[in-house]
């Protein structure tokens, strides 16, 4: 079974392109370093309002904002832990991240990101 790591982002939607950029430059590097898959995706055919628990109330979206959902796929969590080590230590990430560059422009507010690591308990592939 794999492990993935899955985030959940309330994104403004005028910052999609953006977005989808630097998406595509990272995944670039995740895949160069090891993961299995990199997968973005943005709101599209959310659950109507009056379900309980939709994805934009989930992630507290704005009037002018929807939601990105993403994972990235490895072997195992040690797997997870060797790339995103890696990962972290390249520079094309290091720029881009505000935790280790404060002047990084992210297209979306990271600490309104929710993220984790997760075990598959059931793995169908075609």
């Known amino acids: ?14 910052k999609v392109d953006d977005y989808r950029k630097m998406a595509q430059k990272a995944g670039e590097v995740w895949m160069e370093y090891g993961a299995l898959s990199f997968i973005e995706n943005v709101a599209d055919d959310m659950a109507p309002e009056g379900i309980e628990r939709t994805f934009p109330v989930m ?3 704005k009037d002018d904002e929807t939601v990105v959902f993403s994972f990235i796929v490895f ?3 040690e797997h997870r832990d060797e790339v995103n080590a890696k990962v972290m230590a390249d520079p094309r ?7 280790q560059n404060p002047d990084a422009n992210m ?6 990101m929710a993220y984790g690591g997760f075990k ?3 793995e169908l592939n075609s």
């Open 120 to 122: 598959s308990i059931v």
């Open 93 to 99: 990430i290091k720029e881009d991240c505000p935790e």
């Open 75 to 77: 072997k195992s969590r």
């Open 107 to 112: 297209p979306f507010d990271f600490k309104r």
């Open 1 to 14: 079974m794999s492990y993935v790591d899955g985030f959940v982002i309330p994104l403004p939607v005028d």
């Open 59 to 61: 992630a507290g979206v």
